[in-house]
């Protein structure tokens, strides 16, 4: 009968130690890390109001007022942090937000560069009226690069270089234009 009681008794801290294994110490960590991602969204928002409409004042102002608003964050919320805590979660959020202008910024770039379509091949061959430019998509590899000495490639209809001409020459062809044609291929 003892030998029961003992094996009962030892069954009761195998599963009680197991429901505490398993359910209290995993959410113990995890409710630090949601409780720091939640001071850390917090963060990323003051960061941004204050930016915004403390255009006037100091960084050293800006951020004395973000860890201010963060630590009446933490008040609310019972999350027990020090001062330096919130300056450093305050500057990881700072570090964030220019490290997403800087991005924008090289996108924006990449966008205009990217919209930049070539531009006029001129041709001036015979026309029935005046000179004739045509207007193209199509243009041939290395067609807007001026060679070492400045000369300027010339290309025919189909799109082959023929020879090249001085920016004088080319400056000359491209005077007295009175037809532009548009070819979109």
């Known amino acids: 009968m003892n ?3 003992i094996l009962a008794v030892q069954l009761g801290f195998t599963v009680a130690a197991f429901v505490v ?3 209290v110490f995993p959410n113990i ?3 630090v890390v949601d ?4 001071l850390s969204q917090w963060a990323a928002q003051f960061v941004v109001w204050a930016k915004e409409f403390m255009k006037k004042e100091t960084g050293e102002e800006k951020m004395a007022a973000v860890v201010e608003k963060l630590k009446e964050i933490a008040d609310e919320a019972g999350i027990e942090v020090t001062e330096d805590q919130l300056r450093a979660i305050a500057q990881s959020a700072y570090n964030a937000m220019k490290a997403g202008e800087k991005e ?3 996108t924006e770039l990449q966008a ?3 919209v930049q379509v070539p531009t006029v ?3 001036t061959g015979p026309a029935a009226e005046g ?5 193209t998509d199509e243009v041939p590899e290395g067609a807007l690069e001026d060679g070492a000495a400045g000369e300027v490639n010339v290309y025919d209809a189909d799109g082959n270089k023929t020879g090249t001409i001085t920016a004088e020459e080319a400056a000359e062809a491209a005077e007295g234009v009175t037809n532009i044609e548009i070819e979109v291929k």
Do not use: F, Q, R
């Open 104 to 106: 924008a910024m090289v």
């Open 112 to 114: 205009a560069e990217a």
């Open 121 to 123: 091949n001129i041709y």
């Open 21 to 23: 294994g398993k359910y």
């Open 29 to 31: 960590p995890k409710n």
């Open 131 to 135: 000179k004739t430019a045509v207007a």
């Open 35 to 38: 409780k720091l991602n939640t």
């Open 3 to 5: 030998d029961i009681i």
